[in-house]
T-cell receptor, first 112, second 113 residues
Framework: DGGITQSPKYLFRKEGQNVTLSCEQNLNHDAMYWYRQDPGQGLRLIYY???????QKGDIAEGYSVSREKKESFPLTVTSAQKNPTAFYLC???????????FGDGTRLSIL | AQKVTQAQTEISVVEKEDVTLDCVYETRDTTYYLFWYKQPPSGELVFLIRRNSFDEQNEISGRYSWNFQKSTSSFNFTITASQVVDSAVYFC??????????FGAGTRLTVKP
């Protein structure tokens, strides 16, 4: 079935450690997105990519990095510079701006 | 800059009541798209509806209906005869031609039996 796969479902980070969240889609979508959701809060855009080898910062990009080497993949790295990384991270993709975004099941990141 | 406001943080109703979730948006573009998503307790976001700026026709899908009014920049969502399974967080979102999407803060709906 076509869809978006995020892994892992749960992730724990030690102090000073970088961690990478995986996002893969087989929907042939051009655009991919990363959002952060804190408890009781809405979605805040971290990064998005409209095409391979290109990406733009969202509202809260500091402490995060991404790459888009393949159309299907848009991994997010939470660096040690992100001092409050505990949150629920959602990846999404869509074909174009007039289409809805399709979301993965999310990754819950916590600090050890 | 585009902006989406969902002023209702939480709503609680008793089963079978009707409930309306408000969404107000801001944009300078004449072409834009509005969306509603549902986020159940499991966390994934489920797409409910898309509306483009040139189509103000209201839509009904079963117990769900949407009222789009450009004059007031609103895209409200009504659930008729609510059920416990409707309990979730509902997000309104706005998309313009630049291919990012902005979400409102969400409205948490609790339907009590």
């Amino acid at each position: 079935d076509g869809g978006i796969t995020q892994s892992p479902k749960y992730l724990f980070r030690k102090e000073g450690q970088n961690v990478t969240l995986s996002c893969e889609q087989n929907l042939n979508h051009d655009a991919m997105y990363w959002y952060r959701q804190d408890p009781g809060q809405g979605l805040r855009l971290i990064y998005y990519s409209q095409i391979v080898n290109d990406f733009q910062k969202g509202d809260i990009a500091e402490g995060y990095s991404v790459s888009r080497e393949k159309k299907e993949s848009f991994p997010l790295t939470v660096t040690s510079a992100q001092k409050n990384p505990t949150a629920f991270y959602l990846c999404a993709s869509r074909y174009s701006s007039n289409q809805p975004q399709h979301f993965g099941d999310g990754t819950r990141l916590s600090i050890l | 800059a585009q902006k989406v406001t969902q002023a209702q943080t939480e709503i609680s109703v008793v089963e079978k009541e009707d409930v309306t979730l408000d969404c107000v948006y801001e944009t300078r573009d004449t072409t834009y798209y509005l969306f509603w998503y549902k986020q159940p307790p499991s966390g994934e976001l489920v797409f409910l509806i898309r509306r483009n700026s040139f189509d103000e026709q209201n839509e009904i899908s079963g117990r769900y209906s949407w009222n789009f009014q450009k004059s007031t920049s609103s895209f409200n969502f009504t659930i008729t005869a609510s059920q416990v399974v409707d309990s979730a967080v509902y997000f309104c979102a706005l998309s313009e031609g630049n291919n990012d999407m902005r979400f409102g803060a969400g409205t948490r709906l609790t339907v009590k039996p």
